[in-house]
């Protein structure tokens, strides 16, 4: 009866550990499938932020280019201005208006700048956090592995001192 009753008490210590070994694999599974949908969001936001900053790069060379453009409009103007005294002063005023477009756009492609730069500085945030992310499954999932070969470990022992307790 003794052994019986020890029997009985291994196999509900046993079916308690399996127990728990299975809510682990279950916890494993969905912290697993949650960590894998966040890395997918983090890549999706990674190529909507590499797109934004190819197009913020373009921006940055079509205002580069239209500078160019304003810098020789100016130096077309200046050219004028000595041929022509009469328009002397209404050229100044179109040499200036420019002047402020081309401050405007230069004050434009430094925030166009800015912002790309923190836009790239978030992309790589979100690649270290992933990573991270990644980093952290993986350390849990081989603690759950550790865990699961223990649980295997207790179990075959109580098999083995059962089939012990079954030969005497």
Do not use: F, Y
Not at 11 to 29: D, G, H, I, M
Not at 71 to 99: C, G, I, N, P
């Amino acid at each position: 009866q003794a052994m019986t009753a020890e029997s009985r008490k291994m196999e509900e210590t046993s079916e308690e550990l399996q127990q728990k070994n299975e809510k682990l694999n279950a916890r494993l599974e969905r912290e697993t499938a949650r960590a894998e949908k966040e890395l997918e969001q983090l890549r999706l936001e990674k190529q909507r932020l590499q797109t934004e900053t190819r197009n913020l790069e373009a921006d940055k060379e079509h205002l580069v280019l239209e500078s160019n453009e304003l810098s020789r409009r100016v130096q077309s103007v200046e050219e004028r201005l000595q041929a022509m005294t009469a328009e002397s002063r209404k050229m100044e005023e179109t040499s200036e208006e420019l002047q402020q477009k081309n401050e405007k756009l230069n004050a434009q492609l430094e925030r166009e700048t800015a912002r790309a730069e923190k836009a790239e500085a978030q992309c790589n945030e979100l690649a270290n956090q992933s990573h991270k992310t990644l980093s952290e499954l993986e350390h849990a999932k081989q603690q759950l592995q550790g865990e699961n070969k223990q649980t295997q470990a207790i179990t075959d022992l109580e098999r083995l001192q059962e089939l012990e307790q079954l030969r005497l």
